[in-house]
């Protein structure tokens, strides 16, 4: 199993900038890509961004120039650095990897952390 725990979220005005964390812990495991999605009320789950293990970026339009996704892959930790927030930035974000454990490649989630940006 792995677990995923988000931390850094908030409350900013807009213009302001906040930085997740999300740390993957468990054992015997190897984690193929890392992602944050989020989830504003009474909307889908949508993907913010996306890395590999080897670096490889993409991002939502919307947060494309405002937001960094990194990841530390020997401590297996994810980060995403949002700039410049709006309002329509408010969601939950959700910290998601896609990881190779006992041989079988599985989706993990993580609690969710709440990110409050005010006009």
């Known amino acids: 199993q792995v677990q995923l725990v988000e931390s850094g979220g908030g409350s900013v005005q807009a213009g302001g900038s906040l930085r997740l964390s999300c740390a993957a812990s468990?054992?015997?495991?190897?984690?193929?890509?890392m992602a944050w999605l989020r989830q504003a009320p009474n909307s889908e789950r949508e993907l913010v961004a996306r890395?590999?293990?080897?670096?490889?970026?993409n991002y939502a339009d919307s947060v494309k120039g405002r937001f960094t996704i990194s990841r530390d892959n020997a401590n297996n930790t994810m980060y995403l650095q949002m700039n410049d927030l709006k309002p329509e930035d408010t969601a939950v974000y959700y910290c998601?990897?896609?990881?190779?454990?006992?041989?079988?490649?599985?989706?993990?989630w993580g609690q969710g952390t709440q990110v409050t940006v005010s006009s």
């Open positions: 998601n990897a896609n990881a190779v454990v006992s041989g079988l490649l599985r989706g993990y």
């Open positions: 468990g054992s015997g495991f190897s984690i193929n890509y």
């Open positions: 890395i590999t293990y080897g670096g490889t970026t």
